[in-house]
Each structure stands twice: as structure tokens, then as C-alpha cells.
């Protein structure tokens, strides 16, 4: 038996007593990929990115493992209720226009110290000032770094489009904006880097933009290390107190855990292993969050159809945001309905070993957005379920 084959053996017999849909978290494997995260970050701290994990159980659990301290989220309100249950490094990755939001951080004491919001304006200094509502907290800062990579003269341009703080001299300006402004206290930078850590370069069937997408990340890490190292520079001659600097991604850890420059590593969709990570060659994790469909129709020789399943990921549109038929192996989907609201065929051998009922389990595209379709996740160990924990949507909580 192969291990594909005895995880679905696992799987199918710990959740034998549950109907489908079902989410599971394989405990093994979260560990073992939290242990390997740890291992590429060379001894630099890993602050778990919430939005890849939507889960405070698990979040705690990860937090409670030696090699990782404080929580990247991604909305202000996300990062209150975080800090609130608890949780006392949170910083808010993504400027907010939340003005109420801003008025509770702005009049808690103990938010004020535990959350830091980034920003890259001005103009968000002045949206925060407006909204603080009477509350004279002081407000801890971060400001981003654009990591883009641009060729010919600035004309191409690869990467994300976030901050527009490109260079070392337009971070020193924000930074000392930040530092004459009364109630803000600059303590951090970050700088994501997708086009390395989120963009696969093992692409199976397309060797040539595999190397190609190899060839850039190359040129794009050559490039950032420089500009970053003068940034962080630039940015403590105004800022000497600053606290970190966030770098990093699941898919560029160990690139940039060697910068000197980087004091902590942004890491979490490594923990759940999702389908996108399966293009690679930088690491190999463990898939670990998993979800089943039920098998309600047998249409004909080869084909079964289970119950919706179409759960597409955010980002551009394309069969890579889908998520994959992973168990058994060699399901396929129609190419004429694909995964759907309502129903899904499945194509393959393997369905005509299936029986209504059974389960088929998938693997979604990205991580954390799967338990925005699952109240609960089922947590595995072995052949048992030891524990049933709530997704942030299981607690009543949807922050986008």
C-alpha cells in the first residue's frame, strides 16, 4: 500500500462514523511541515500569517511549538479579536480603512500593545488620526516594502501590486513622517515577496516556463537582498528602536531567512500544505488539510458525481485556483462541468470502486480559505479523531 493509499485508509476510517462534507487537519502532517517551516528558517523566528489558517486552535498550536512567535493577519478587526483571545504579537499585514476598528485600538491599552497596523500613505495616518474617536493610544507602526522585481527601465514589472514604498529614500520619508507624528511609534518593516514565495517553479507539463519562472526568482532574491538591506538601513537611521523586520513567505523561507537583513520570517500556508505548493522545488510538505465529498450518483461506467465541492480560491481565474480530487487517486474532473455548487462528476477507474456514500477526498487550491466553507475542522491523529475545533466561520466570524 502505498502512503496516499493508507492516508485514505486513515482518513476513511477516522471519520467512518461522520457524513460528508467533513473538513480534517492531519495532525502528523501539520507538525511535521510546522518542524520543516522551523528548520528552513535557520533559527529566525516564524510568525504564522492567520488568513492560511483560520483556525485560533490551531494557531495556538502552532504558537505553543519552539521556532515560531506573533501572528500576521489580515483585517483590523481579525487582528482585535485575536488580541483579545489572547493572542499578544499581532501584526496587521494589509493597511485597513476600518475606522471603528481604529477607535477601539485607539482607546485599549492592551490592544494598542499587542497589535501592530503597517501602513504605506500618509493618508492612512490621517484616516487613523481621524477615527481614533477621543482615544490617545499610541498607534504601532510597520511600513511595507514593494518587493516587485522591474526590468527594462521600470516599463515590466513581476510581483504583487501593494505598497508603493519602492526605495530606501521613500521609506526613510514615511518613517520620519511616522516618527514627527504624535500617538505612532514606527517599530517594524516587511516586505512580502509573492512573485518567490507564492509562484510555483516546477510546473508539471511546462518545462520552459518552470525555468523561466526559476530564472526570475533568481534575479528577483539577487535584487531584494540588496534593496532590502539599504531600506532597513535607511529606516533605522530614523526609526534605531525598530523592532523587526518581516520578510519571507511558505515558498521563499530559507531564501530569505539568509538575509541579514530579515529578523523574522511571514509563514503559514506551509502548515496546511495546499495544493498550489505542490509546483516546488524549494521544499516538499505534507498535505494536511483535507476535505470529503460524499458520493451520491453513479451516473455510468467510470463516473461518479458527489455533492458540490466547487470551492475555487481567490487570485486570477484558471484551473489552478480549483481544488484537486486527492483520494483515491486518479480522479479527474469533467472537463464539461468541472466542480460545481450543486454536483460534481468525477472521471477515473477509481470510481467504479466507489459506492454511494463513500467518501472522495480533495485538496484545496490555497490554505486558509477552505474553512471559510467548514464550520468545524475534524483533527486527525492516527486512525481517531482527537479533537473537533471551530474555523473562525464555526465561530461566528467572517472578516472578509
Same mark, same amino acid.
Request: charged residues 25%.
Given at each position: 500500500?502505498?502512503?496516499?493509499?493508507?492516508?485514505?485508509?486513515?482518513?476513511?476510517?477516522? !471519520?467512518?462514523?461522520?457524513?460528508?462534507?467533513?473538513?480534517?487537519?492531519?495532525?502528523?502532517?501539520?507538525?511535521?511541515?510546522?518542524?520543516?517551516?522551523?528548520?528552513?528558517?535557520?533559527?529566525?523566528?516564524?510568525?504564522?500569517?492567520?488568513?492560511?489558517?483560520?483556525?485560533?486552535?490551531?494557531?495556538?498550536? =502552532?504558537?505553543?511549538?519552539?521556532?515560531?512567535?506573533?501572528?500576521?493577519?489580515?483585517?483590523?478587526?481579525?487582528?482585535?479579536?485575536?488580541?483579545?483571545?489572547?493572542?499578544?504579537?499581532?501584526?496587521?499585514?494589509?493597511?485597513?480603512?476600518?475606522?471603528?476598528?481604529?477607535?477601539?485600538?485607539?482607546?485599549?491599552?492592551?490592544?494598542?500593545?499587542?497589535? !501592530?497596523?503597517?501602513?504605506?500613505?500618509?493618508?492612512?495616518?490621517?484616516?487613523?488620526?481621524?477615527?481614533?474617536?477621543?482615544?490617545?493610544?499610541?498607534?504601532?507602526?510597520?511600513?511595507?516594502?514593494?518587493?516587485?522585481?522591474?526590468?527594462?527601465?521600470?516599463?515590466?514589472?513581476?510581483?504583487?501590486?501593494?505598497?508603493?514604498?519602492?526605495?530606501?529614500?521613500?521609506?526613510?520619508?514615511?518613517?520620519?513622517?511616522?516618527?514627527?507624528?504624535?500617538?505612532?511609534?514606527?517599530?517594524?518593516?516587511?516586505?512580502?515577496?509573492?512573485?518567490?514565495?507564492?509562484?510555483?517553479?516546477?510546473?508539471?507539463?511546462?518545462?520552459?516556463?518552470?525555468?523561466?519562472?526559476?530564472?526570475?526568482?533568481?534575479?528577483?532574491?539577487?535584487?531584494? !537582498?540588496?534593496?532590502?538591506?539599504?531600506?532597513?538601513?535607511?529606516?533605522?537611521? =530614523?526609526?534605531?528602536?525598530?523592532?523587526?523586520?518581516?520578510?519571507?513567505?511558505?515558498?521563499?523561507?530559507?531564501?530569505?531567512?539568509?538575509?541579514?537583513? =530579515?529578523?523574522?520570517?511571514?509563514?503559514?500556508?506551509?502548515? /496546511? =500544505?495546499?495544493?498550489?505548493?505542490?509546483?516546488? !522545488?524549494?521544499?516538499?510538505?505534507?498535505?494536511?488539510?483535507?476535505?470529503?465529498?460524499? *458520493?451520491?450518483?453513479?451516473?455510468? *461506467?467510470?463516473?461518479?458525481?458527489?455533492?458540490?465541492?466547487? /470551492?475555487?480560491?481567490?487570485?486570477?481565474?484558471?484551473?489552478?485556483?480549483?481544488? *484537486?480530487? /486527492?483520494?483515491?487517486?486518479?480522479?479527474?474532473?469533467?472537463?464539461?462541468?468541472?466542480?460545481?455548487?450543486?454536483?460534481?462528476?468525477?472521471?477515473?477507474?477509481?470510481?467504479?470502486?466507489?459506492?454511494?456514500?463513500?467518501?472522495?477526498?480533495?485538496?484545496?487550491?490555497?490554505?486558509?480559505?477552505?474553512?471559510?466553507?467548514?464550520?468545524?475542522?475534524?483533527?486527525?491523529?492516527?486512525?481517531?479523531?482527537?479533537?473537533?475545533?471551530?474555523?473562525?466561520?464555526?465561530?461566528?466570524?467572517?472578516?472578509?
Amino acid at each position: 500500500m502505498t502512503a496516499r493509499a493508507a492516508d485514505r485508509t486513515r482518513y476513511d476510517r477516522a !471519520t467512518a462514523h461522520l457524513d460528508a462534507p467533513v473538513a480534517v487537519v492531519d495532525l502528523e502532517a501539520f507538525d511535521a511541515n510546522a518542524d520543516d517551516l522551523v528548520r528552513r528558517a535557520g533559527g529566525k523566528p516564524v510568525r504564522v500569517a492567520s488568513k492560511s489558517v483560520r483556525c485560533r486552535a490551531l494557531l495556538e498550536r =502552532v504558537l505553543a511549538r519552539p521556532g515560531f512567535a506573533g501572528i500576521m493577519s489580515f483585517t483590523l478587526a481579525e487582528s482585535l479579536w485575536l488580541a483579545r483571545a489572547g493572542f499578544d504579537d499581532v501584526l496587521l499585514a494589509y493597511p485597513s480603512a476600518d475606522r471603528s476598528a481604529y477607535a477601539e485600538l485607539a482607546a485599549d491599552p492592551a490592544l494598542a500593545a499587542a497589535v !501592530t497596523v503597517v501602513v504605506d500613505d500618509p493618508a492612512q495616518l490621517e484616516l487613523i488620526d481621524a477615527a481614533r474617536a477621543g482615544g490617545g493610544e499610541e498607534i504601532r507602526v510597520c511600513l511595507e516594502l514593494d518587493t516587485s522585481l522591474r526590468l527594462l527601465g521600470g516599463r515590466i514589472r513581476i510581483g504583487a501590486l501593494r505598497s508603493p514604498l519602492r526605495s530606501p529614500a521613500q521609506l526613510a520619508e514615511l518613517a520620519r513622517a511616522v516618527e514627527r507624528r504624535p500617538g505612532f511609534r514606527l517599530v517594524g518593516l516587511m516586505a512580502y515577496e509573492g512573485h518567490v514565495a507564492g509562484v510555483g517553479d516546477s510546473v508539471a507539463g511546462r518545462p520552459l516556463r518552470s525555468r523561466a519562472v526559476r530564472l526570475m526568482q533568481a534575479a528577483a532574491r539577487r535584487e531584494l !537582498t540588496d534593496r532590502r538591506a539599504e531600506a532597513v538601513r535607511a529606516v533605522r537611521a =530614523v526609526a534605531p528602536g525598530l523592532e523587526f523586520v518581516n520578510g519571507g513567505g511558505t515558498g521563499s523561507v530559507q531564501h530569505t531567512a539568509a538575509e541579514s537583513a =530579515v529578523t523574522e520570517i511571514a509563514a503559514g500556508s506551509g502548515l /496546511y =500544505v495546499p495544493r498550489l505548493f505542490d509546483n516546488y !522545488t524549494s521544499f516538499r510538505g505534507r498535505p494536511a488539510a483535507l476535505f470529503a465529498q460524499p *458520493v451520491v450518483r453513479r451516473p455510468g *461506467v467510470g463516473v461518479v458525481t458527489v455533492l458540490g465541492g466547487g /470551492y475555487p480560491a481567490s487570485g486570477a481565474a484558471g484551473a489552478d485556483r480549483l481544488p *484537486v480530487p /486527492y483520494l483515491p487517486a486518479g480522479l479527474r474532473y469533467d472537463p464539461q462541468e468541472g466542480p460545481g455548487e450543486a454536483q460534481t462528476p468525477l472521471l477515473g477507474a477509481p470510481a467504479d470502486d466507489l459506492l454511494i456514500g463513500d467518501k472522495v477526498w480533495f485538496r484545496h487550491a490555497k490554505a486558509g480559505e477552505l474553512c471559510e466553507r467548514f464550520d468545524e475542522l475534524r483533527l486527525i491523529e492516527g486512525e481517531r479523531i482527537t479533537a473537533t475545533v471551530p474555523t473562525y466561520r464555526g465561530e461566528g466570524r467572517a472578516f472578509l
